[in-house]
């Protein structure tokens, strides 16, 4: 059984940071797989964060370009969200998400962390 397990949500306030992590338990996922953030606002649908590929190259939603890293450790089979300049609007549950739907062997998800942004 493949689990995804993210830390390092919590409440925030308004400009601050917060790190999340995502350990993957299976190094064959890791290493194969498509790695991302995905994340649901209240009341809203689930929408693309950003992600990273096996090679590297990464992609983020316009939303949160300049404002949020996405970095993955090949020795720790982890990924990580670095969030700064946080903004009310950041307020979500935040999933790991890991993809190769591409290829036919479909995805797997984390059970997410609540990140709060609020004064």
């Known amino acids: 059984q493949v689990q995804l397990v993210e830390s390092g949500g919590g409440p925030v306030q308004p400009g601050g940071s917060l790190r999340l992590s995502c350990t993957v338990s299976?190094?064959?996922?890791?290493?194969?797989?498509?790695m991302g953030w995905y994340r649901q606002p209240p009341g809203k649908q689930r929408e693309l964060v950003a992600t990273?590929?096996?090679?590297?190259?990464?992609n983020y939603a316009d939303s949160v370009k300049g404002r949020f890293t996405i970095s993955a450790d090949n020795t720790k089979n982890t990924i990580y969200l670095q969030m700064n300049s946080l903004k009310s609007e950041d307020t979500a549950v935040y999933y790991c998400?890991?993809?190769?739907?591409?290829?036919?062997?479909?995805?797997?998800w984390g059970q997410g962390t609540q990140v709060t942004v609020s004064s």
């Open positions: 998400n890991a993809d190769r739907r591409d290829l036919g062997w479909g995805d797997y």
């Open positions: 299976s190094g064959r996922i890791f290493t194969a797989y498509t």
């Open positions: 990273i590929t096996r090679g590297g190259t990464t």
